[in-house]
């Protein structure tokens, strides 16, 4: 019997985008399969019951017992994350080499000559390790939280001054547990370039950290997309141009999941532009201030009142790391949000940042507790801006028709590399 299933098996799969990616790149239904036990595994395996399948953690060495024949790269590298069902028999292949080449190549990271630190063991770390030798990677380290297997410790490569090029390969800092990072990138005096194979969030705290440090600095989204495309040839027997559709399925895909979030000083209008640009955009509406207004029983003023600003900025962040975790969202944020960095990176792990700038005599303050007009209003303008503009990736000038705006918000987000 013809199967006609695809989809992808692993272990925890709701931070997935396999399926938004499939069926927008070839057409085909994509299932997303959990298979939390090992047992589950085996019993999926042993039946043969799909058509095709993608594998991820932690089963890209768990399958290659059931596979009857195993492309050489994949064997070679001891992990498979593309089998097809061809008539009974399995066929095991591993687009993660190609996706993450293609990562490497998309952000002009050349490994030839180069000290790399690939943090992780796992499946990933030995398909990482064959794209960083294929391309002439001097010389090739590894670390872990236990350093066996020849491998440092984390704390062990902090003293690695000698790394020009770290490569992510573990979960950490994966969805839901974001906001985490193994390393310090400043501790690298030669880094030049972070990758992270982790998708969800777009950027992670490594990520985010790197770019700060002024460095090339990608996560792995792209390389799922890519990996995605070279599976799907297995799949369907077409032939994809990775050059052409990987762009176009990450930009289309990021501008569907991606979040923009609102930032400047109160009374900017930030809260009537978002309502309007999430319907703009199709994504939901979130104004923080009334979130945490939800989630204390309490409005904002009288929470300054009772508690003072210090309680109210640790509503505000505990609140903002929830919402920020999620995808598809405009996000109106108070004006003062900026102050932390943790919050800075909360808003830009999944998406653009605006600022909204208006002229001060122009903004309301009314049931503001820190903007009351005069000279406080000047003084909390002087401090925050320097903030504003760290945080932002644009500017978004509110001087206009709030349409004018809100269009001029679509271009300005549009315009934004992918992330």
């Not at 085996?42 to 095709?52: D, I, L, Q, T, Y």
């Amino acid at each position: 019997m013809e199967q006609t299933l695809y989809g992808l098996i692993g272990g925890k799969l709701s931070h997935s985008y396999s399926k938004i990616i499939h069926e927008q790149l070839a057409g085909y239904p994509y299932e997303l399969l959990p298979l939390p036990t090992e047992a589950e595994a085996r019993a999926f395996m042993e039946k043969r019951e799909f058509a095709a399948i993608n594998v991820t953690i932690p089963y890209k060495q768990f399958v290659i017992p059931y596979c009857d024949e195993i492309d050489p790269k994949a064997k070679s590298i001891g992990a498979v994350n593309t089998i097809v069902n061809r008539g009974g028999r399995l066929y095991g292949y591993n687009t993660d080499y190609a996706g993450f080449a293609y990562l490497a190549r998309a952000h002009g990271v050349d490994f030839s000559g180069k000290t790399v630190l690939i943090l992780g063991t796992g499946g990933t770390h030995s398909t990482v390790e064959a794209v960083c030798r294929d391309g002439g990677a001097r010389t090739v380290l590894a670390a872990s939280r236990t350093g066996r297997g020849g491998a440092l410790t984390y704390s062990e490569a902090m003293h690695r001054r000698d790394v020009q090029i770290i490569v992510n390969t573990t979960p950490c800092g994966m969805f839901p547990n974001v906001g985490k990072c193994m390393l310090d990138p400043t501790a690298f005096p030669l880094l030049e370039a972070v990758l992270d194979v982790v998708y969800n969030p777009f950027r992670t705290e490594l990520v985010l950290r790197a770019a700060e440090r002024g460095v090339t600095a990608a996560g792995g989204f792209e390389m799922l997309v890519a990996q995605a495309v070279y599976a799907a040839q297995y799949f369907t027997g077409r032939t994809f141009d990775a050059g052409q559709a990987v762009p176009e399925v990450s930009r289309r895909l990021q501008r569907e999941l991606a979040n923009v979030s609102l930032i400047g000083m109160p009374g900017c209008g930030k809260s009537s532009i978002g309502a309007a640009l999430s319907k703009r955009l199709g994504k939901a509406f979130v104004d923080l201030d009334e979130e945490i207004e939800r989630r204390t029983g309490c409005n904002i003023p009288d929470i300054f009142a009772r508690e003072g600003e210090e309680a109210f900025r640790r509503y505000e962040a505990e609140t903002l790391a929830e919402v920020s975790k999620r995808t598809g969202q405009v996000i109106a944020c108070g004006g003062g949000v900026i102050k932390t960095a943790a919050n800075v990176h909360a808003l830009r792990q999944n998406g653009t940042v605006l600022w909204v700038q208006r002229a001060l005599d122009k903004l309301a303050t009314g049931g503001r507790p820190l903007s009351r007009g005069g000279a406080a209003l000047k003084q909390l303008q002087t401090e925050r801006t320097p903030l504003y503009r760290a945080a932002a990736d644009a500017v978004l000038d509110n001087s206009a028709s709030l349409d004018r705006v809100v269009q001029e918000a679509v271009q300005l987000v549009d315009a934004q590399p992918l992330l």
